[in-house]
């Protein structure tokens, strides 16, 4: 078995950080940086598995403490195919390609998250009336959310790459 490098152990303990602070509860609502780090794993580690497991481990290590009923399915679910749309960076980390991803997974983790909302809902007719009652309802959310992805997304792939331009030994995580 390959050892980890330095950049797969920086990347698991920024994960393993943010997870603390999601218990801590230090992040308002729906302003949580998870979905700048499903993009970062997906972006920088070669073993794309890890990109799957780290985040979703350290996810439910910490739901454990925050709780959260059957609508973890569909975020999880919404992460793994932030995390999918994350192979797009595929290490080829360029700002328009962060800022796009970034927007892009925003808009997933709205659409499918808000689908299940709605999805056999007793609070919302299942007609297109109460879709649409759901989905606007969200919007709030949605505006929070996209901030918050947006700068943290900024925030991380910024900071790694200038640390991968002064510490070489951090070129891509495995």
Not at 3 to 23: D, E, F, H, Q, T
Not at 43 to 68: E, N, Q
Not at 98 to 121: D, H, I, K, M, R
Request: net charge positive; glycine share 6%; proline share 5%.
């Amino acid at each position: 078995m390959k050892k980890l490098n330095y950049a797969s152990l920086s990347i698991i303990g920024i994960i393993v950080l943010v997870a603390a602070l999601r218990v801590a509860q230090v992040f308002p609502p729906n302003f949580a940086p998870v979905t700048a780090l499903c993009l970062l794993g997906s972006a920088y580690f070669s073993r794309k598995w890890m990109a799957f497991i780290i985040p979703t481990a350290v996810l439910a290590l910490s739901d454990i403490f925050i709780g959260g009923g059957k609508e973890l399915i569909s975020v999880y679910f919404a992460y793994a195919l932030i995390i999918l749309l994350g192979f797009a960076l595929n290490n080829n980390v360029k700002p328009l390609r962060v800022l796009a991803t970034s927007l892009g997974a925003s808009v997933l983790f709205y659409v499918v998250t808000n689908f299940f909302c709605w999805y056999g809902s007793p609070y919302y007719t299942q007609d297109l009336s109460g879709f649409t009652t759901n989905y606007v309802g969200a919007l709030p959310y949605f505006r929070t959310s996209l901030v918050s992805d947006l700068g943290y997304s900024a925030l991380f792939f910024t900071a790694f790459e200038q640390v991968r331009v002064r510490f070489p030994q951090f070129s891509t995580a495995k």
